[in-house]
């Protein structure tokens, strides 16, 4: 920032405009009326609701490593698999399977270190594909497990003698935890020392790394929390379907949404794939019984919103309304009027 | 002698690999482009030589002269249309766009010939082989598909050096404002590498069908085997890629040896620990 000259009232410089605090209360009240649910409608919603916020968790890491740290990876499900593994193999040895989900997001991070020191050194092109190939080679391995239940799956044990109202309940809540925490998380970390590193290498990488930014910690310290994030969706995913199958949690299905979420939302914004998300059940909910063809209909338009519409439908949005309901930037507050100067 | 047999098999299937790969690392090596619908493409290409076999009763071989120049023209249209558009917004969104593409060909596929695996009706060629001793006999499937294979990366490798279009093509990914002030017409020039990207995927498809089985869902793991190939050669190289092909072919086939299921992990393992050891490749080169 330019020192200006003395005047009457001085140039403020804040992260947010007053109305973002109303933004934060509007939040609580949504986060606590979603919290209530479970009393106030049947579980088939709640059930629906489960599947939302765990695409929402994953769309919303897929956005932060590919819109805010240009890391395009199609192999998220290993971290997806992983977690729900872990929360089975814990269960299995006698932890609750919603205390275990955490630990299950950190085994997930702690698979993902070593990965991304093999997988960050390449071009980002060849980036995508590579942790493809990391994917498969975890569900190779995972089929050849006898112990993990090899090519049938596994089921969770641990949650057959709780009552299946208050299963579904608190599988709801872990689900609601896992997006609030993802959501919050995300926020945190944008607005913190390494969102401004992204946005550096973002803007230029060869230039952000040459004024002394930490280019590969940054995006080691993104890839691993959102290793760990889907290693935590994994977790409630198992949860809530009470059985593993490999072939489909390691699905490349899983990044097809989180890639359809994530370009339909708006990439480069954490409300984008909140808008994607609600877009994809509706989309899924109407065509439901037209088998593979709400896959290629979404496809098809993540393809034209990428070619035409790159910001997303919430870039749409933001664009129209001025609307930025978590503020990761900087508001410059002149001595008259506001000007924004970075997003 | 088994272990011998498996390698001999190793490097033909590498020729497969290295078929499949040069389409990818011609797109890479002028347009920086990945294309992740690669895979998929090849698929397409399997399926659509089926219906011409069944449609004009003609051998196999003969249908990948009709797929191929096929798939050379909706390349040139692809690009121009599609992923040039993406290239204009950023290169990541041909990542993004190629993606989406793949997971659309898959699903229409899925709707249009149900998930049934199919295979390409290879007639005599099925059980053809030539015996060298009691232990080692080769295919003549085999042996075609790896010549092909030699055939088209010799091809294209002349055609790059000597044709004009060809050097048009190298100064294009050399260096994009150069060669179109002195007047190439890049967005043409990208139009011919992918319609030669394409036609070498479906030619990779045809013969990947021969060999093995196919479904509407087999796309993913053919891209995945292109790539290997690529990165263990050394991005851009031709030669290279011939090289990974066999290096991951051979890897595999020993990984089978040890345990059937075990194939094709120990050729992601071989790539993932090459990759660690050497990330340029074992052929660093450039195409152009």
Redesign the interface.
């Known amino acids: 920032m330019i020192e200006s000259a003395p005047s009457a009232t001085p140039q403020r410089v804040t992260r947010s405009r007053r109305s973002a605090r109303w933004n934060a209360v509007a939040g609580a009240v949504a986060v606590a009326v979603l919290a209530s649910l479970p009393y106030l409608v049947y579980a088939n919603v709640t059930g629906v609701l489960v599947n939302l916020f765990i695409l929402l968790s994953l769309a919303t890491l897929w956005n932060l490593l ?1 819109g805010y740290a ?1 890391l ?1 990876s ?1 192999g998220q499900q290993a971290y997806i698999g992983i977690g729900a593994y872990a929360v089975f193999v814990l269960a299995d040895n006698g932890l609750s399977p919603f205390l275990a989900i955490p630990v299950a997001a950190l085994v997930s991070g702690l698979v993902a270190v070593p990965a991304s020191f ?1 997988l960050l ?6 980036f ?3 942790t ?3 994917a ?2 975890v569900l ?2 995972v ?2 497990s006898d112990s993990l239940g090899g090519g049938t799956g596994a089921t969770l044990r641990g949650l057959s003698d709780l009552d299946p109202a208050l299963r579904q309940a608190y599988t709801y809540w872990a689900a609601l935890a896992v997006a609030v925490a993802t959501l919050l998380g995300t926020y945190l970390l944008l607005r913190s020392r390494v969102g401004l590193d992204l946005t550096a290498i973002r803007d230029n990488e060869i230039g952000a790394r040459s004024v002394g930014v930490r280019v590969a910690l940054a995006k080691g310290i993104v890839y691993f929390v959102a290793a760990a994030g889907a290693g935590a969706a994994g977790g409630v995913l198992i949860i809530s379907q009470l059985f593993v199958q490999p072939t489909s949690v390691f699905s ?2 899983w ?2 949404y989180m ?2 979420v994530a ?1 339909i939302g708006g990439l480069g914004s954490i409300e984008g794939p909140i808008v994607g998300t609600v877009i994809f059940y509706m989309l899924q909910q109407t065509l439901a019984d037209r ?3 709400y ?2 209909i979404l ?2 338009v ?2 034209l919103m ?3 519409v ?1 910001r997303g439908i919430w870039g749409l949005i933001s664009d129209r309304f001025d609307l930025r309901l978590f503020p990761v930037g900087y508001f410059l507050h002149p001595a008259r009027g506001t000007v924004k100067v970075k997003s | 002698m088994v272990w011998v047999n498996a390698i001999v098999q190793g490097i033909l299937l590498g020729g497969l690999y290295a078929l499949f790969a040069c389409g990818l690392s011609l797109m890479f090596g002028v347009m920086r482009v990945v294309n992740l619908a690669h895979g998929d493409l090849a698929v397409l290409a399997a399926y659509l030589a089926l219906a011409v076999i069944t449609g004009l009763h003609v051998p196999v071989l003969w249908s990948a002269l009709v797929v191929a120049p096929l798939f050379g023209v909706v390349g040139y249209a692809v690009q121009r249309f599609v992923i040039q558009r993406s290239l204009d917004v950023s290169p990541l969104t041909t990542l993004l766009v190629t993606f989406g593409l793949s997971i659309v060909i898959q699903n229409v596929l899925l709707e249009g010939v149900s998930a049934n695996s199919r295979s390409l009706p290879t007639g005599w060629l099925a059980s053809a082989s030539f015996q060298v001793n009691s232990q080692l006999s080769i295919a003549y499937e085999s042996v075609i598909v790896f010549s092909v294979a030699v055939v088209v990366l010799s091809s294209l490798q002349l055609f790059l050096s000597r044709a004009r279009l060809g050097r048009q093509v190298r100064a294009a990914a050399d260096d994009l404002e150069a060669a179109s002030i002195v007047g190439v017409n890049v967005r043409h020039v990208y139009g011919i590498a992918a319609a030669i990207a394409f036609a070498t995927v479906a030619l990779a498809g045809v013969a990947f069908g021969m060999y093995s089985s196919f479904d509407p869902a087999a796309g993913p793991q053919r891209l995945i085997f292109a790539f290997e190939a690529v990165v263990i050669g050394g991005v851009g190289s031709l030669w290279g890629t011939l090289l990974g092909g066999m290096i991951l072919g051979v890897a595999q086939v020993l990984g089978a040896q040890v345990d059937s299921s075990f194939g094709v992990l120990a050729g992601h393992l071989v790539f993932l620990v090459l990759l660690a050891l050497r990330p340029n490749g074992l052929i660093p080169a450039r195409l152009a």
């Not at chain 1, 050194?121 to 060849?126: G, I, P, S």
């Open positions: 590919a240009g395009i199609v093999l050194r390449l071009r980002r092109e060849y995508a594909i590579a493809w190939v990391v498969e080679a190779l391995a089929l050849r490349v299905q990044s097809a890639i359809f370009l088998g593979a063809w896959l290629i496809g098809s993540a393809v990428a070619m035409w790159p």
